[in-house]
């Protein structure tokens, strides 16, 4: 079983960092989860801390289900988005 980074390890940078890739449609939690080990669940309850409540129910029903959120449901040709701000190579 994993073992996934808490919000009480993340920087506030990081923490930052999360909330804009989460926001992010190209950026799926699979490239979170590589990054800053946050499961998918672990990114629901940082945003949930972070965000207002009206901004989050928009954000949950932005990311539930989209493919580009979740890597085993994109398109075959889509390996990955890389962000201009995101760490690594």
Do not use: C, N, P
């Not at 506030?12 to 998918?40: C, G, H, N, P, Y």
């Not at 493919?67 to 988005?81: D, E, I, L, M, P």
């Amino acid at each position: 079983m994993a073992t996934y980074t808490t919000t009480q390890t993340l920087s506030a940078a990081d923490i930052d960092r999360v909330v804009q890739m989460a926001w992010e449609d190209r950026t799926s939690f699979d490239s979170i989860k590589a990054q800053f080990a946050l499961d998918e669940s672990a990114v629901i309850k940082l945003m949930r801390s972070q965000l207002k409540r009206s901004s989050f129910e928009l954000w949950r029903e932005r990311v539930k289900g989209r493919k580009t959120k979740h890597g085993a449901q994109r398109a075959t040709g889509v390996t990955r988005f890389k962000s201009s701000d995101q760490k690594g190579d």
